[in-house]
């Protein structure tokens, strides 16, 4: 395992501008997540937690201060080469799913590779992959609107880890879920993290955030505690 | 492109929007059947002049006619010096036409008529016997053997109540430049043979409709003008020759080039004037069509803005799941073209119905409707229906492409 972090902020700001005036949404941030690192980021609403996984998800780029994730600036990226980054490096799990309506959910899970690789599954790797968050072969061929909220989150797990990336974003990952659905997400999260993938989650809930190695607090755009 | 996951996903977005993406997709059944039809009426329009006038387009048409055919300023319009093709001219002529065509020298004159009591007026024609059937088309009857047998045209006929075997009194009068008042009583009258199909508009203004036709013996003994021809026309066996053929004769025959002695002239002008004419008339259908075009060019824009607009959240999704943004346009120039298909494949089917009832009903032959020219108009009419409906997704699909991932996830 290299030294060097695999993702790396410095001096991170983002500022928004408003019809009000300037929003700073982050003030400075210095931050180092090294591979196989388990992150949780707390802090209350507004204090920038939405903004840094923007950043960490390469959704956004910093108004000054330097990212790099796997080694690469961002900023000196063009939307092409983030876009293939996000692709290839970096799994989004998000609270409310956000699975492709339009899709199966084999089709959903198959989505990204078909991006990478611009062609079908054929190597039975998405497949494999809903069997190892325990979604059937039936249970597959489901619209994401015929599944519950836990197979809904466990078949958009399969799809950020379909690509094998080596990093997993996840934003409020059991925040529509219930307390025991929830803990077993959090468990397949445990497991991936075992397994050598480095997790960043956002959370409001602090045993969600037991789960983590460490904490970052955000408060008012900054890094208030760590621990 | 059927494999295409983007492909799918635009699939399955007009299946679950099957009823809105019909009635947007009638809009371009209505404009494709509306360039198809207004296409193919124009086409079969000028088919049907074309091919009438086609009958005499092989006619080259040499008069002594003496208008001046040079340019202006290089002698009178108005002279008349010479009084008909003499013999040395039809024999150039003959010479320059060679094996290229046929040769039929034609005297004619405009004279009276008379079958017992009733008189007609009309064009009188003289001619080889053994030209008529090279030129005319006989619908009753016989050629013309004796020297007394005359040939009559339908419309003369019908108009006289002529039938064959009546007897037709001939006044030597002419109106014609032949004038040698040599025939005796006996000779003006002739029986009638046969009648003459209608020839109707011509380029060579041979019209023997409303005329009669003799041999030319009966008829320079009639009126004189023995070798002196009043028409030369040339039946020329290659229609592509023409221009090389006028050539011939004109430097055969009109060697005095300041003063042109015969008028040499042919079908292709004429078409070509009708077919400017009736291209222009098919362009301002086909414009007439464009704008229902247009009309469904506004309505499949509105549907696909609406697809966007309400897949905001979706294309959030693919962009930060690692969707490019030439995938996102992909997608929905695929949903513009599915419905261009819709529309296109049901409007090509329905102009071949209405547009084959309206050339019915406005022409009255579908003779030249499969005809390639006619029905290439169907997938010409389809094929712009596709394109305008592509044409329509682009910046919808640009819109949607340039979304910002963070504010769609969100469903701004």
Not at chain 2, 38 to 55: H, I, K, P, R, Y
Not at chain 2, 199 to 219: L, M, P, Q
Request: glycine share 10%; hydrophobic share 40%.
């Amino acid at each position: 395992m290299s030294d060097t972090p695999l993702i790396q902020l410095v001096d991170v700001t983002k500022t928004y501008h408003l019809e009000s005036g300037d929003f700073m949404a982050l003030r400075g941030v210095s931050l180092d997540i090294m591979e196989n690192d388990f992150v949780a980021i707390m802090g209350p609403s507004g204090s920038g937690k939405s903004t840094i996984m923007n950043q960490l998800g390469i959704l956004d780029v910093p108004t000054s201060g330097k990212l790099s994730i796997d080694g690469r600036d961002v900023s000196t990226m063009t939307p092409l080469e983030r876009t293939h980054l996000r692709r290839d490096t970096i799994g989004y799990i998000f609270q409310k799913f956000y699975l492709i309506p339009l899709l199966s959910a084999y089709e959903n899970v198959e989505y990204p590779l078909i991006l990478k690789n611009k062609t079908r599954d054929t190597t039975g790797r998405t497949a494999a992959m809903l069997e190892a968050v325990g979604i059937d072969k039936e249970m597959s061929e489901h619209r994401p609107n015929q599944l519950s909220g836990g197979q809904q989150q466990r078949v958009a797990i399969a799809r950020a880890l379909v690509n094998d990336p080596k990093i997993l974003l996840c934003d409020e990952p059991t925040g529509n879920l219930d307390k025991k659905t929830g803990f077993q997400i959090m468990d397949i999260l445990c497991n991936l993290h075992r397994k050598g993938k480095t997790v960043i989650l956002v959370t409001h809930d602090p045993k969600v955030a037991e789960y983590a190695l460490r904490t970052i607090r955000l408060d008012d755009g900054r890094i208030a505690e760590e621990s | 492109m059927i494999g295409d996951i983007f492909f799918q996903l635009s699939v399955r977005s007009v299946k679950l929007n099957f009823t809105r993406s019909i009635l947007a997709s009638i809009g371009i059944v209505i404009g494709v059947v509306a360039i198809s039809t207004m296409g193919m009426l124009g086409t079969n329009m000028a088919l049907q002049v074309e091919d009438q006038l086609s009958e005499s387009a092989n006619t080259i048409a040499i008069t002594a006619d003496a208008i001046r055919m040079g340019p202006p300023g290089t002698g009178s319009s108005s002279s008349s010096s010479s009084s008909g093709i003499t013999k040395a001219q039809l024999a150039k002529i003959r010479s320059a036409v060679g094996e290229n065509g046929t040769v039929i020298p034609l005297y004619s004159t405009s004279t009276q008529f008379t079958r017992g009591t009733i008189q007609g007026r009309g064009t009188i024609y003289g001619m080889n016997p053994a030209d008529v059937n090279e030129f005319l088309t006989l619908g009753n009857g016989t050629n013309i053997a004796g020297i007394n047998e005359a040939l009559v045209g339908m419309t003369l006929a019908e108009s006289m109540g002529i039938d064959i075997g009546d007897r037709i009194k001939i006044s030597s009068a002419s109106e014609g430049p032949p004038t040698n008042n040599t025939a005796s009583a006996s000779r003006a009258t002739v029986t009638v043979v046969g009648i003459i199909d209608p020839r109707g508009t011509t380029a060579d203004s041979v019209s023997t409709d409303n005329g009669i036709v003799v041999s030319k013996e009966w008829y320079t003994a009639q009126y004189g003008g023995k070798d002196q021809y009043t028409q030369v026309n040339v039946l020329v066996t290659d229609v592509d020759q023409i221009p090389e053929i006028e050539e011939e004769i004109n430097s055969a025959v009109n060697t005095d080039k300041k003063k042109q002695s015969l008028r040499i002239s042919d079908a292709s002008s004429q078409l070509e004037t009708i077919s400017d004419t009736l291209s222009t008339l098919t362009l301002f259908c086909l414009a007439i069509g464009g704008i229902s075009l247009v009309v469904a060019a506004v309505s499949i824009f509105n549907v696909m803005m609406m697809s966007v607009n309400e897949r905001v959240q979706e294309i959030g999704i693919l962009l930060s799941i690692g969707t490019e943004k030439g995938e996102v346009r992909r997608m929905f120039l695929y949903e513009a073209f599915i419905l261009g298909i819709l529309g296109a494949g049901l409007g090509g089917l329905m102009s071949i119905v209405i547009g084959y009832s309206v050339v019915d009903a406005m022409i009255g032959t579908t003779e030249y409707f499969f005809m390639p020219a006619s029905i290439s108009y169907v997938p010409l009419g389809m094929l712009i229906g596709m394109v305008v409906c592509v044409l329509s997704g682009l910046y919808p699909a640009w819109r949607a492409s340039s979304m910002d991932p963070i504010d769609a996830l969100r469903g701004d």
